[in-house]
């Protein structure tokens, strides 16, 4: 079995701010790393894309900054919403088709290098290299952690977003560069 994970990296906002607009929900909320916040959030550990794009869309309006929703799903799909002031402007899923039960998985679909080269930083040709790389040969990732991983350096987000989700922190896995006394915890 694969990795299971959620988050939401924010571009701005401090962890005040963050834990504030999460009042009412789970959450661990990093502090801000260089320019990023990482939120887990317990419900969108379910992986139901609505309520991760929910969640995604109305921190991105209310505190007015683009937020990056990433799903993994049993390290076999990735996924990504990207909403800016609260408008969905970029989504993309490394095998759309796999929930379809198609005998012949598709490639990645979505994802423009170009928005996320431009909010984030990074080279837009490597981004888009990480994007369309296949699942289904030598040349292209077997796992979606790792194609996460590599996008999320070239993109220059913080390393506590790739492999983490509420569920495991909850269990006190912990990402190397944070410690637990740095989390707010809402909920």
């Known amino acids: 079995m694969g990795s299971f994970y959620t988050n939401v ?9 963050v834990v504030n607009a999460l009042r009412g929900r789970e959450a661990y909320v ?9 939120v887990y ?8 894309p609505e309520v991760l794009v929910a969640l995604a869309a109305g921190l991105s309006a209310e505190l007015e ?7 993994n799903h049993d390290d076999d799909v990735l996924a990504y919403w990207l909403y800016v002031n ?3 402007e970029d989504e993309y899923n490394s ?11 598709t490639t990645p679909a979505g994802g423009i290098a170009d928005k996320l080269a431009d909010l984030f930083g990074g080279d837009a040709a490597e981004i888009e290299r990480t994007l369309r790389a296949s699942s289904l040969d030598d040349e292209g990732y077997v796992f979606a952690v ?8 070239q993109l220059g987000l913080p390393e506590c977003a790739v492999g983490y989700g509420y569920t495991y922190l ?3 896995e912990l990402p190397e560069d944070l410690d637990e006394e740095q989390l707010g915890k809402v909920g």
């Open 170 to 172: 909850e269990e006190g």
């Open 95 to 105: 095998m759309p088709d796999y929930f379809k039960g198609l005998e012949e998985p």
């Open 65 to 71: 900054c683009p937020a990056l929703a990433i799903m």
């Open 30 to 38: 990093t502090p801000r790393l260089g320019e990023y916040t990482v």
């Open 86 to 88: 609260g408008d969905l």
């Open 146 to 153: 790792e194609r996460h991983a590599d996008l999320v350096e």
């Open 9 to 17: 990296t924010l571009r701005g906002p401090e962890q005040v701010a």
């Open 41 to 48: 959030d317990a419900e969108c550990e379910e992986q139901d």
